[in-house]
């Protein structure tokens, strides 16, 4: 009996402390959901490399810093079927070819737009089999020169993700092929890309995180050597990156209830992010973006200045934009917005996380400076004998002379963008209105019958200047004719264009009926 008693206590404790089983069957299903949390940086410190059998594995000291929600989808859903389909060529059977080839699908990504140029929904599809989680293809909208279009990417040979089942000291290397061509929308690059992907299962036991304790996991160590090949206009550029996971398995959830990523340089691995499985919490929110191009524009061609806004927030449900600008906010994630004018422009992004009781809002401001470098706006005056000339003539453009004199009163009747006033001395300005943007010029002096402020040089104005091609000529008087020269004096146009030139400097001499005047312009 005791001899009996002592073999069932044996046989017991060896069941319960024995290393697990990962099934294909444990593994995420479509429609089901996972918040997964990232761990402060100080969370980076750990040691996540040992290991063992029976080992106890101890991170109950990791803190959150921010979540996510995993979510797996039907791949019918995803929006990415209709184009395999064309692409491979199944026409009348593409349901049955493209269930045959996925059954999973998740949302690597956004992504986002910068200046017409990007990648958003990129959606990552997957097949999960008795054996095996292969993933097979990359759906994503591509947006060059503003047009958005979908393509796929599909594996030449699939990245085997993992096999089935799982078990300690499972060890087991796979190779995948991934070639992309985006010539054929217009993008002049060539992606070639090859992975070996090593799985060594080193561990089990026991796992604490802040979620809790897991009291029978599978530790395992994922090696992936990615050798990536870009080609952008016919320029290769290769590179090597090594990085290594370590992850841990529950049977009892479907994605690794804690993984470890980083890089491996040489001998040295350095864990870059840290995430695990978790419940939802009330995580103080952190307002943060950025926008490009860091020193916008105004495009007279366009009409505006255009920014592109990213952000990159943290633990939050809704976000408003204000440009500062006086336009209607927006809630969009990553939006661009038109500046009408020059300036500078305080922009601030609200977010609020309405999770936590009460909720709990963070902002963050930061000035735009929208740039004028073809002197569009400028608000200079042409000083004559007896008038006054704006330079500025931007389509659109609304004059309003002021007498300076009597706290610049609008002058009645003073709205073209030459103005010849009655009295014989005073000090005028103009405000110029365009796109909505109201600026005013300096005081000018103007003395009808002596004006020591006028002569020739400061009657004609020429901008842009750089310029990149066309240069526009504003003068009091009428101009006969226009000569460029280079620096070695040689002439090289009769007209007000150097589009055709190269970068450098050039002089203009402008002939008038009062005199000439020589001008240097650089030429961008």
Not at 380 to 389: F, H, I, P, R
Request: aromatic share 10%; glycine share 6%.
């Amino acid at each position: 009996m005791k001899k009996t008693l002592l073999l069932f206590l044996l046989y017991s404790s060896s069941y319960l402390f024995a290393q697990t089983t990962y099934l294909s069957t444990d593994y995420a299903t479509q429609n089901e959901s996972f918040i997964v949390s990232t761990a402060t940086a100080p969370g980076l410190t750990l040691d996540f490399v040992q290991t063992g059998a029976n080992f106890n594995w101890d991170y109950s000291a990791l803190e959150p810093a921010s979540q996510q929600t995993i979510t797996y989808q039907n791949p019918n859903n995803a929006g990415y079927k209709t184009i395999w389909c064309l692409f491979n060529g199944y026409i009348v059977n593409c349901n049955s070819q493209f269930n045959n080839n996925f059954n999973l699908a998740t949302k690597l990504t956004d992504g986002l737009v910068l200046q017409g140029i990007g990648l958003t929904n990129v959606i990552d599809h997957l097949k999960l089999s008795t054996t095996s989680l292969e993933d097979k293809m990359i759906g994503a909208n591509i947006t060059f020169n503003g047009t958005t279009v979908p393509f796929v990417a599909s594996f030449q040979s699939p990245d085997v993700l993992y096999q089935f089942p799982i078990n300690y000291n499972d060890n087991y290397t796979n190779n995948s092929v991934l070639n992309l061509d985006l010539t054929t929308f217009g993008v002049p690059i060539l992606i070639a890309s090859t992975g070996q992907r090593t799985n060594l299962v080193e561990g089990w036991g026991s796992l604490v995180t802040p979620f809790g304790t897991y009291a029978n996991v599978l530790k395992m160590k994922t090696t992936l050597v990615s050798n990536v090949t870009i080609t952008n206009n016919g320029v290769p550029q290769q590179t090597t990156v090594t990085t290594v996971s370590y992850k841990w398995f529950d049977p009892a959830h479907g994605i690794p209830v804690l993984q470890v990523d980083g890089n491996l340089v040489g001998s040295v691995w350095t864990p870059t992010a840290v995430n695990y499985f978790d419940i939802e919490r009330c995580l103080a929110p952190n307002a943060l973006f950025a926008y490009l191009p860091v020193a916008a524009d105004f495009d007279p061609v366009a009409n505006n200045a255009s920014v592109s806004f990213v952000n990159a927030s943290t633990n939050y449900d809704t976000l408003t934009w204000n440009f500062g600008d006086g336009s209607p906010t927006t809630t969009a994630a990553n939006p661009t917005h038109n500046y009408s004018c020059p300036g500078t422009y305080d922009v601030t992004l609200e977010i609020v996380n309405d999770f936590c009781s009460p909720s709990q809002t963070d902002s963050i401001t930061i000035p735009v400076v929208i740039t004028d470098s073809q002197n569009v706006f400028t608000t200079e005056v042409l000083v004559g004998d007896a008038s006054l000339l704006a330079v500025r003539d931007y389509a659109g453009t609304t004059y309003q002379w002021l007498d300076c004199d009597n706290g610049n009163a609008p002058i009645p009747g003073a709205t073209g963008q030459t103005f010849t006033p009655t009295s014989v001395n005073g000090n005028y300005a103009v405000q110029l209105t365009t796109n909505g943007c109201v600026s005013i010029s300096d005081c000018y002096t103007l003395g009808v019958l002596n004006n020591p402020n006028f002569n020739l040089e400061n009657a004609i104005a020429i901008a842009p200047n750089p310029t990149t091609g066309i240069i526009t000529i504003s003068s009091l008087f009428e101009v006969k004719e226009i000569a460029i020269f280079s620096v070695l004096g040689e002439l090289i146009s009769n007209r007000p264009d150097l589009s055709q030139q190269a970068s450098g400097i050039y002089f203009v001499k402008i002939t008038t009926d009062k005199g000439s005047v020589m001008r240097k312009i650089i030429k961008e």
